[in-house]
């Protein structure tokens, strides 16, 4: 029984609040359970299991089920679906072979909030310091950064509307959530 | 219609909005666009508190920001209530209660006032040499008493129930003040597409194109221009325009502080924040702040119905508010003039009397007397009349150089001065930029520039109208990158005046009552004593006699007591300088400046995967760095001494069960890994077998120790390390930084995993029989798995990096789950622990089981001065190590000296009796003092399972002083102690291979 429960019961620290707890117009979701790999390598090659390593720092490629961002100049953080959560570590390795790496799953350590809306660069800047504005952050952009007290990693994804992902250490999250959620009710 | 001062026309006021509200608890009635200021003055209050000092009865000087006397208490309503509010840009609304401040029992009949006429007594410096002797008096008597008397309003004591934002905001150009050069500016810099943020204090950007009822621009009157300005503004997506808004702070690197007010002037404000602040990094800024009028320095300068000569006419021409009936401009320069025909076109009888000769004066004096209005040339103030209301202006013909002839008063109920203009450079001198001295317009005006800003108007010393607007566009246009131009043309501007510090005067110098700086009642007397005691610079000046400190940063004040100063000491202006002028501009809330960071959001409070259970088994909890950790489990009336003996007892007699998931985890990865941990920690890590874990001491470059934790190997090139709570984030920066600066050449990765894995201790006799279902893929028998190994597997079901370790001296485990399985694998353990009675424990009795084993916490037995051997763990030092962080200073000289400080146990003779912590140590209570101390006491616990009190300390050369007896403070005196061996429970550690 408690074999079933590791793979499709992950005590979640944040749980499933409202997606708009403000009322502000300004979603913020947090993620599901996902898998996410800390991967560190110098001379990575041009990819490792089908993620390219080749793009310049601050950028975040693939989808919303599998991406990966190149954080500095031999980190990158990846997140994908919780299926793939024993084979992506293992596919890496496999394509980095002998390259000195270190690949460390992190999945319960970092927790992800998705916060989307015209607006949510506006919650954001409560409490990141950085400029968000379209030149300086367009879609595509990934960085290590604060919200508050909190250090982040800031990810903007492509869309319709402006949407970003906030990664944040677990027991960061209630206080994270917490700030994206005062900060949507300030954001008018 | 009640407001008997309020004119039938004109003003941005609207008429048919009337709003009430309340001061001193009589019903105010006003129109929609008043301040309570001019509210106020339309009911022809003017006496609108007490001075700070003096208790003096002040009004209304200005109608702006550099307000320095009518500061009022506003109550907004239960916890909303701030004292020492400017009553000319608090704007009136329905609700509001404002109060005077500094009197008792009244505004009208202050006891206070009694200072005032003990004035000869109460000069510059008077504390400092008032309340020298007797000296003891100082700390019972003087200071207590002065305290009371000291501070001015009162602090709000109940807490605040506004919130309160913060916004990080970016832009190419960021302009302060939308006057005519702000305007401007912005205009010149939104065509570029650029992103511009536009501030404005006031409620309505403009500027003093607010009360310009007679200029034109560019063929328009002023006001239409205006409106087209802010309409081409408003349709610009790139800009934001921030009415209500003060930049108050300039920092580094073009970041500027602004301090947005959004409800108080809303009479339902709804769920929006009270205030924002703004924090603005700018690609270039421009410093659009005006300028600031100075007053007259005369006798009784201060008295209620005497206002600033631009502030007569911002009452009568923005807010339709005649200050008086009869009005006597006083004035050393143009401007007033234009004041004074903006009076008499208000229909109000007026004269004017003007410092400067004929032949000083320019088209002004022509313009006013054929307006028919009386003009004295040549003619000095010698005082002001009346007591809570000017009654009437003492002149005198006075030539240049001071002599006075036949005095004349000149009745009145009002008096504009006028002492001429000084530019607002408070935030470019608070961006570090050089002032400079211009004598032509007597101002200090911005000079070289620290940072990326300009200054364009008035702010700059440019006072004429076109002038202003052509500047601001230049500067705007500049700070954009764009090469274009605007001509403009403006209606000419009244400018120039004659500097005066102190009006030339006849009467007895002893006698004169002349402040230069209203808000701290510094009169221009004061600042000539501490001339003559011998303070030099303006600071010592300044903080003598407290001129320009406080709110006020010598807005109104400044230029007068330099020039006081200058005059004193016959020298220049610049020579004496100026004072530096600090943020903020005017005062900020502490709710702006805290924002968010209240009750959940002040810190990040960090939780484990098991909070949530431990809270729902009544823990009591203690803060270890961020984190929360369980304290102790109490149960139904135990106390903590209580239920730690109990969860001593447990683990050490069954099993107990405790949450470390705080401690801190680091994942090093690569080929050189062994190399890099050999070189951080003082232990040997080559020959670490796989599945094997070491107690790790590391030490800072000082030799001393900075954290330890056990280490697992789990593969040739990966080490589990863990360091103390409190040390996870110093410790994973000290190995980077030695990593990417000294041994870049190492392969060496760090991943911090501290919140991937959760860590159950599972502690106690019991604990391998209450694991041992539910474990998989580990034989944990003692043979296969002995002390201090590490193996991975699964426990119900989740991957476990399962750990033999123990910090209590009994069989342990420490289970290590991904966290979000850890609160279900720990029920499932507690669950399985049940039958043997299994006792969750919180962190005080893990301190008390370590410290029955001797087991140092660092931070606890090491205070960043204590060495491995001084804790009697040199022995662990890897002696074939060629070096390691911190080898060579165990070879300072001092560090191998006799005499230093060593860990040992302290038994005290009276086994009940708990030394505290901190408690000093001596071997002879009998010495005289000051006593040669030994030592201290790092740890004390009552000890259950040794059923008395141990101790554990730091002595010098304690390890030699072993069955000896030793002193400790107590509250009660010295206790008699016995220098003990530091492990009082199980000494020869056989619990632990169990």
């Known amino acids: ?188 | 219609m009640a407001q008997p001062f309020r004119l039938s026309r004109g003003g941005r006021i609207d008429r048919t909005r009337p709003v009430r509200f309340t001061f001193n608890g009589r019903t105010v009635e006003g129109v929609h666009g008043d301040s309570v200021a001019s509210a106020l003055l339309a009911n022809g209050i003017h006496l609108v508190g007490r001075s700070f000092k003096y208790h003096r009865p002040r009004g209304i000087l200005s109608h702006g920001s550099d307000e320095p006397s009518a500061l009022l208490s506003v109550d907004r309503g239960p916890g909303r209530i701030d004292p020492n509010n400017r009553a000319s840009v608090v704007e009136a609304r329905d609700g509001l209660k404002t109060l005077s401040q500094n009197h008792w029992p009244s505004l009208e009949h202050d006891i206070g006032a009694i200072n005032d006429l003990l004035s000869p007594v109460f000069v510059a410096g008077f504390y400092y040499k008032t309340f020298m002797w007797p000296k003891k008096f100082w700390d019972r008597v003087y200071e207590p008493v002065i305290r009371a008397a000291a501070g001015l309003g009162k602090a709000p004591a109940a807490p605040d129930p506004d919130r309160y934002a913060n916004r990080h905001a970016h832009c190419e150009v960021l302009v302060v003040g939308a006057g005519p050069a702000g305007l401007a500016a912005a205009l010149a810099a939104a065509r570029t597409g650029k992103r511009v943020i536009l501030a404005d204090e006031g409620p309505e950007p403009g500027g003093a194109l607010l009360h310009e009822t007679s200029a034109e621009i560019d063929g328009r009157p002023a006001a239409e221009w205006l409106d087209g300005a802010l309409a081409e503004l408003d349709s610009r997506e790139n800009v934001i325009l921030l009415p209500r808004t003060t930049a108050f702070g300039y920092y580094n690197h073009n970041h500027v502080a602004l301090a947005e007010r959004i409800t108080d002037h809303l009479p339902n404000p709804g769920t929006a924040p009270r205030e924002r602040l703004w924090q603005v990094r700018a690609g270039e800024v421009v410093l659009a702040t005006g300028s600031h009028e100075r007053p007259l320095v005369f006798s009784d300068n201060d008295r209620p119905g005497i206002l600033l000569a631009e502030s007569v006419r911002v009452f009568l021409n923005r807010y339709g508010v005649a200050p008086g009936r009869r009005i006597v401009f006083a004035t050393s320069g143009a401007s007033a003039y234009t004041a004074a025909l903006d009076a008499k076109g208000a229909g109000l009888a007026v004269s004017l009397v003007d410092l400067r000769a004929e032949d000083e004066c320019g088209p002004e004096l022509v313009e006013l007397r054929a307006a028919g209005i009386e003009v004295l040339t040549g003619h000095t103030v010698i005082g002001a009349k009346g007591g809570k209301r000017v009654t009437g202006l003492v002149v005198a013909p006075a030539d240049r150089a001071g002599r006075c002839g036949a005095h004349r008063l000149l009745p009145c109920d009002c008096v504009g001065m006028s002492g001429g203009w000084t530019p607002a450079v408070h935030l470019f001198s608070q961006s570090r930029g050089k002032l400079g001295y211009e004598a032509t317009i007597d101002a200090f005006v911005p000079g070289t520039s620290a940072q990326a800003e300009r200054s364009a108007g008035a702010a700059k010393g440019t006072y004429d109208l076109a002038a202003c607007l052509a500047e601001g566009d230049a500067a705007g246009a500049a700070a954009s990158g764009s090469a274009e131009r605007r001509r403009f043309t403006a209606s000419p501007t009244l400018t120039g005046f004659r500097p005066v510090r102190a009006m030339p005067t006849d009467a007895d110098p002893a006698k004169v009552r002349a402040f230069v700086d209203f808000q701290n009642d510094v009169t221009a007397k004061d600042i000539g004593l501490a001339v003559r005691e011998g303070f030099r610079s303006i600071e010592h000046v300044k903080r003598y006699t407290t001129t320009g400190m406080a709110t006020d940063q010598g807005k109104t004040s400044n230029m007068n007591a330099l020039g006081i100063v200058a005059g004193k000491l016959d020298t220049t202006l610049p020579s004496v300088g100026t004072t530096t002028f600090r943020p903020p501009y005017t005062p900020v809330t502490f709710g702006t400046l805290v924002g968010p960071a209240r009750h959940a959001l002040f810190d990040p409070i960090r939780t484990t995967p098991i909070h949530d259970w431990a809270e729902s088994h009544g823990a009591t909890f203690e803060n270890v760095a961020l984190w929360r950790r369980a304290w102790y489990f109490p149960k139904a009336g135990e106390t903590l001494h209580d239920a730690v003996a109990r969860e001593c007892k447990a683990v050490r007699e069954g099993v107990g069960i405790f949450d470390a998931s705080t401690l801190g985890k680091i994942e090093v990865v690569g080929p050189d890994a062994a190399e890099f941990m050999n070189r951080l920690y003082i232990n040997p890590w080559l020959k670490l077998e796989v599945g094997r874990c070491r107690y790790g001491l590391m030490l800072k470059e000082d030799g001393y120790i900075l954290d330890d934790g056990v280490v697992a190997r789990v593969a040739p090139d990966c080490f589990h390390v863990t360091t103390t709570t409190g040390g996870a984030a110093r410790v994973l920066a000290h190995m980077e930084d030695y990593l990417q600066t000294e041994w870049p050449d190492l392969r060496v990765f760090l991943t911090s995993t501290t919140e991937q894995w959760a860590v159950i201790a599972l502690q106690g006799p019991k604990a391998r029989a209450v694991i041992a279902p539910l474990v998989g893929g580990i034989d944990l028998s003692p043979e296969a798995f002995p002390h201090m190994a590490m193996r991975s597997g699964t426990i119900c079901g989740v991957p476990t990096r399962l750990f033999r370790v123990s910090f209590t001296g009994e069989l342990g485990f420490e289970i290590n789950v991904p966290s979000d399985h850890a609160l279900a694998v720990w029920e499932a353990v507690h669950a399985a622990g049940e039958p043997y009675g299994i006792t969750p424990y919180g962190t005080e009795t893990m301190h008390v089981l370590r410290a029955e084993k001797g087991y140092i916490i660092v931070g606890q037995e090491t205070d960043g001065t204590v060495t491995p051997d001084d804790v009697g763990l040199s022995g662990m030092i890897a002696k074939a190590k060629k070096d390691f962080v911190g080898k060579r200073s165990l070879v300072r000289p001092d560090v191998v000296a006799a005499g230093r400080k060593q860990l040992v146990g302290l038994v005290t003779d009276n086994p009940k009796l708990v030394l505290e912590e901190g408690a000093q140590i001596v071997d002879d209570p009998g010495q005289p003092i000051p006593m040669r101390m030994l030592g201290h006491v790092t740890s004390s616990y009552w000890s259950p399972n040794c059923g008395r009190s141990i101790a554990m300390a730091l002595v010098a050369d304690g390890r030699a002083l072993q069955g000896g007896s030793l002193h400790v403070t107590t509250p009660e005196g010295f206790a008699r102690v016995t220098v003990v061996d530091p492990v009082f429970f199980d000494p020869k550690g056989k619990r632990i291979h169990a």
């Open chain 1, 1 to 188: 029984m408690l074999e079933a429960l590791y793979r499709t019961a992950r005590a979640l620290p944040l749980g499933r609040p409202a997606a708009d707890p403000a009322g502000s117009g300004i979603l913020i979701r947090p993620a599901g359970a996902e898998a996410h790999v800390s991967l560190r390598v110098r001379d990575p090659g041009p990819s490792a299991a089908g993620l390219p390593l080749d793009r310049p720092i601050n950028t975040v490629s693939g989808d919303a089920r599998r991406w990966i961002a190149r954080l500095g100049p031999d980190e990158w953080l990846i997140g994908s679906d919780e299926a793939e959560a024993d084979a992506l570590p293992a596919a890496l390795a496999a394509d980095l072979g002998e390259r000195p790496h270190a690949i460390v799953d992190i999945s319960h350590r970092n927790v992800g909030i998705d916060v989307s809306g015209a607006r949510a660069a506006v919650a954001l800047n409560a409490g990141c310091p950085l400029d968000l504005g379209e030149a300086a952050f367009p879609a595509g952009t990934a960085t290590r950064t604060l919200l508050g007290k909190a250090e982040i990693v800031l990810i903007r994804r492509p869309g319709p509307v402006p949407l970003y992902r906030v990664e944040c250490w677990r027991s960061f999250s209630t206080y994270v959530h917490g700030f994206l959620t005062e900060a949507a009710r300030s954001a008018g």
